[in-house]
């Protein structure tokens, strides 16, 4: 064999063992620093604890966890003990804070309600929980039916309209489990999750109309704005309701009584004394005659 040709086997031969003995070495180091860094104590689920679960020590494990410990997770069982699960955590899986209530906020419905929010019922039937595919988890639109107050509708019957959207079912009955496989659950009364206000519309529909659930995607998160519809419409092609406006009330004109005192009257002067014309008369006597000589009469007072 060619002397040259076994050179550069030889050669090739040195090469390939170092490169593994030097990858040997770094990947030992690797292993040696995790092992180093790990071996931390972590606390996991024993078993399945679903949603609404009031976390025991027999719920709980501790192993030894490699590497980076997971945000959020406990090292001592007693941190989780006593709290409720709002989120499932399969067996073997750390118990993170994210997926338990707040200590002593409890377990079941009320521990899964955010803050803020609120959790109200609907009473259904078959028909108006979209037979039974209304499951927790699920998003819904609710539409109320009946007549506006004041028989505004006049002769176009019944009217329906979209009164919440993209509501988030909590409960059905009192299963509050999130079903994987979305199988159907008949139940008289579907809890949803509102805030303060939709609580408050929620009461007073469910009390003075018809409620009907509409199953949505959970993740169509978009409102539409519906113009609602009646009975009427149903048969003219119509879109929308057209409601009369609401009569104004007629203005009552009211005669403007003066309110200002009536002027005083001052008293009439009194009339002035009539004047009297005297006369001037004047007497010449000369020896024995007498004789009168009336002058320019000039007027006088009496």
Partial sequence: MNKRLLSVLAFALVVSVGAS???YKLISTKLAASAKQGNSQMVVANRDLEIGTLI???DLKTVDWSGEPVKGSSTNPVDVIGRGVVATINAGEPIVDTRLAPRGAGA?????????????????????????FVVPGMRVDLLIAGNPPGGSTGNTGTMVKT?????????????????????PISVPVVNVLATPEQAEILSLASNETRIQLVLRNPIDKAST????????????????????????AK?????????KPL????????????????PLVVEVITGTSRNETKFKAEEAKQ
Avoid: C, H, W, Y
């Avoid at 009164?163 to 199988?183: F, H, M, P, T, W």
């Avoid at 002027?263 to 005297?278: G, Y």
């Fill in 225 to 248: 704005d519906t113009p609602g519809t009646n009975v009427a419409n149903l048969f003219t092609g119509q879109k929308g309701v057209s409601l009369p406006k609401p009569v104004a």
């Fill in 263 to 278: 002027p005083v009257l001052a008293p009439a002067p009194a009339p002035e004394p009539p004047k009297v014309i005297v």
């Fill in 163 to 183: 009164l919440l959207q993209n509501i988030e079912v909590l409960s059905a009955g009192q299963n509050i489990q999130k079903d994987a496989e979305g199988k």
């Fill in 56 to 58: 025991k020590d027999t």
């Fill in 21 to 23: 003995l030097i990858l």
């Fill in 108 to 132: 079941g419905l009320a521990a899964t309600i955010p803050p803020g929010m609120r959790a109200v019922a609907v009473r259904v039937n078959d028909v108006n929980s979209v037979s039974g």
């Fill in 251 to 259: 203005a009552v004109i009211r005669p403007v009584v003066n309110t």
